[in-house]
């Protein structure tokens, strides 16, 4: 990091122009100063914390300001005293500090086998940069696999512990289930499951899916499918982006009901960033869709071709990654962007696993300084 130096300081209406010595100038105002006053009164350098409502804050002015290399001072009209640091200054260059936020996914489509991580599990728990390379791989690809996992709930429990704390949701916190289709019972599907992202009907959908097959016995098929919900979308943009903006605009109900529950939530099945426009969430599920009145028969219209649309990039095997999860391979992907499913099935599978909050998981990315 290069380090700045401050040259010169200039008033600019009730704003202050820092000027550094890399030639770049940053314009701070007036309340925006004051409410960063660093001092021991103004915050909490312990917890980060501001220590003041921001009622209380006054409305003053700069009555004097002065600078040296890595200082601003700056006394205000009730006398109060700031100084501010040019390593905190600097942080405030507006495009550097949203560049700084932006996630940045790699794009995918097909078999991307050879570009995720695949770490043992050792390697994972115990050292940093084994850490680093699972959630690199969740921010690059949205998916990643931790090997060498023993094949039981406790062990997968402990993975996803370290993925950032396993999320409780009304399914519970770490489940296991049995599908043993063989027996016929149509309590447990062997049917295929089409790409979709779970939990469309939540305020907050799960962040990261972990997926563990215990087990599977006297059978064949039951591969995994996942498909980057971000390059679909991204397809549809450049194809059919009427269809884009309807998507990223139109709320879509989805639910889940069973007894004692009902569960329902509106929103695009795009999401983006207002104003960088990067993809933020896919909620694509079509078997959770409510059943909707429109507005219009033009709306109707709209949500069938447009979901029908972006549906076909989802579909299509050239864009999907198909393999057979093993027991001992636990899968982690990132439910705000790749889609899963998998294809029928015969014999008795057993599978465990979880769901991790998107804060949690962020937080863990975040501490590893992979992102800000
Ligand atoms: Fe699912
Ligand atoms: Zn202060």
Redesign the pocket.
Known sequence: MVSKTIERVSAVDRALEVHFGDGNSIKFEDCWLRDH?R?S??YHAETFQRANHILDIPDVTITEYRHDKSQVFVTWSDN?Q?SYTQDFLSQFDYKQWRENRRLKPLLWHGDINNKVTKIQVDEFLNSVNGSKKVFQSLLDFGVALIEGVGATLGDTEVVCKALGGVQHTIFGGMWQFTTRADHADTAYTNLPLAAHNDNTYFTEAAGLQILHCLEHSNGTGGETILVDGFYGATQLKKEYPEDFEFLTKFNLEAEYIEEGHHQTYSAPVIKVDSETEDLVQIRFNVYDRAPMAFADGETCRSYYRSLRNLAKYYQNPSNQWQFKLKPGTVMVMDNFRVLHGRTGFSGSRVLCGSYVARSDWLDRARALNLIH
């Open positions: 006053c001092c009164s103004c109060h700031s």
